[in-house]
């Protein structure tokens, strides 16, 4: 594919790169918006003068009709072949609170949740609770233990949380429990793998002692595990691009996907978009010649059907890319790892709008960065993973295929 001969193109020395993700970007017609979506209503006067001078394009993450998780829709952006390279989200949650796996560990992502009296799932996120309160519930579940394995339960942020088991018996090849649904009830850990019947003992000895714990708390009176993962290494992205990549990500999964790819951590200081714009500035600074860099809250409000709240958001993100600009990158690159639609409130196959800016492009096709607009722009429609290749090119860090 396109990114594995990319690899062997790739040259040391070129322009610098960002790659800004505004996460779960993509979205559908919004009836209250007289059929526009929100990147089509909000006002972004910043993004699309780089439309006006860059090129546009829209990307499948994995493929098409196909629904991607997080893990995927970045590994993608970052070159990897996120089918080839299939990472679970309890693994990406543990690294990116920088907890210390270990080869054959097993980890996964804690959803803090609110059941009824009737068991059935009102929340599958306990009303977002605050990271403190999520805090004091993992120290609540660090007394759980189970034979024969070790058990280590971290917070992460707000009502995420991961467990990591190390012993033997372990594997990857287990069912999520949470169904994805409210009204639902959460599923019984099962194993999608014969190999897996000793690993379903001990998640499930896990989950019955920690809903023990949980049953008379409020509003997290539940827990839901997602995304099973081994841990192994990734090639990273200097091995692969030679390039020298930093994060800049609020929260701990995106940091951990970024670790996973070898990229160094840059603190936000304050821990919002100002922050990470100052951040991105400090590793250009550093002589990072990648810079990744995420906004969370696009995800959110689609995940929570919030359309005004979407646009706001990414508004906010429109705001910060002068600054952005003005720290020297050679090519900037906005764009989503997943669409999230609003009537949806879920991720979604939709493609995700792309923004290159930077480099020789044909310029001149569009003039704003929305998804209708991206459906026609220059750069065409492609797989998430062929976007890597694109920004080398443009960035002239490629070199030629061939005599």
């Known amino acids: ?37 929100p990147l089509e209503k909000a006002k972004t006067p910043n993004m699309d003068s780089l439309a006006a001078g860059g090129a546009l394009g829209q990307q499948f993450p994995v493929g098409r009709g196909i629904t991607p998780g997080s893990g995927p829709g970045h590994l993608a952006l970052f070159g990897y072949d996120p089918v080839k390279y299939l990472v679970g989200r309890g693994a990406l949650a543990a690294l990116g ?92 850990v099962t194993a999608t793998d014969s190999d897996a019947r000793s690993a379903v003992k001990i998640v499930g000895e896990f989950i019955d002692r920690s809903m023990g714990i949980l049953k008379d708390k409020s509003p997290a009176n539940g827990l839901l595990l997602r995304g099973f993962a081994l841990h192994e290494d990734l090639p990273t992205m200097q091995s692969r691009y030679k390039l020298n990549p930093a994060a800049v990500a609020l929260y701990p999964m995106y940091r951990g996907v970024a670790s996973l790819a070898g990229m160094e951590q840059f603190q936000s200081d304050p821990a919002d978009l100002t922050g990470e714009v100052r951040a991105a500035n400090a590793a250009l600074k550093a002589g990072k010649d990648f810079v990744f860099l995420h906004h969370k809250y696009t995800d959110s409000s689609g995940e929570d059907g919030d359309h005004e709240r979407k646009v706001r958001e990414i ?28 009537p949806m409130k879920l991720h979604s196959w939709h493609p995700v709008p792309v923004l290159i800016h930077g480099g020789p492009q044909r310029t001149g096709w569009n003039k704003r960065f929305t998804e209708r607009e991206a459906a026609s722009g220059a750069l ?24």
């Open 315 to 342: 508004e906010k993100f429109d705001a910060a890319v002068p600054e952005l600009v003005k720290c020297g990158f050679d090519v900037i690159c906005i764009t989503g790892d997943h669409s999230t639609p609003c």
């Open 97 to 188: 609170i920088g907890f210390q796996l270990k080869h054959g560990d097993l980890a996964a992502r804690i959803n803090f949740c609110t059941l009824g009296e009737d068991g059935v799932i009102l929340d599958r996120r306990a009303g977002r609770i605050s990271t403190d309160l999520c805090t004091e519930l993992v120290e609540e579940l660090k007394a759980v233990s189970v034979p024969g394995v070790e058990v280590f339960v971290e917070p992460v942020k707000e009502h995420r949380a991961c467990v990591v088991f190390r012993g033997a018996g372990l594997s990857e090849h287990l069912h999520d429990t949470d169904p994805g649904l409210v009204g639902e009830k959460p599923l019984p």
């Open 1 to 37: 594919m396109a990114s594995d001969l990319a690899s062997q193109l790739a040259l040391k020395n070129g322009g610098k790169i960002l790659l800004a993700v505004m996460d779960g970007v993509g979205d559908l017609p919004i009836p209250e918006f007289g059929g526009l979506t």
């Open 380 to 403: 065409g429609t492609f797989k998430g993973s062929e976007l890597m290749p694109l920004l080398l090119a443009a960035a002239g860090r490629l070199a030629k295929f061939g005599a």
